[in-house]
């Protein structure tokens, strides 16, 4: 079964900083991750909407998902938020696509 890893991202103090280094740096990284098939990144609109950015990573199964973010690609990628992000501004979901 097919399933995800989304990072929900909350608007950021200084947007231009943050996507500088998230599309220059951090989605080339999260790109590495093995087991990896398809990034894609939504920027939410509206003026009440509760994030900024969504990533969602698409991987094949819950083992292809966990050997990819344990791997030393997925580690370098967590690493690198802190780069980018406060860790209260990130939140992290995982889903199974039905």
Do not use: C, W
């Not at 992000?85 to 995982?94: H, L, R, Y």
């Amino acid at each position: 079964m097919a399933v995800t890893m989304i990072a929900l991202y909350k608007e950021p103090a200084d947007r231009e900083k943050f996507e500088k280094h998230y599309f220059d740096t951090h989605i080339p990284l999260v790109k590495k991750i093995p087991g990896l098939q398809k990034v894609e990144v939504s920027r939410f609109t509206g003026k009440d909407a509760p994030y900024y950015l969504m990533a969602t990573l698409y991987f094949n199964s819950k083992e292809e998902r966990k050997a990819g973010l344990s791997s030393p690609e997925g580690q370098a990628t967590n690493a690198d938020l802190v780069n980018f992000a406060t860790p209260d501004s990130v939140t992290i979901a995982f889903t199974e696509i039905v």
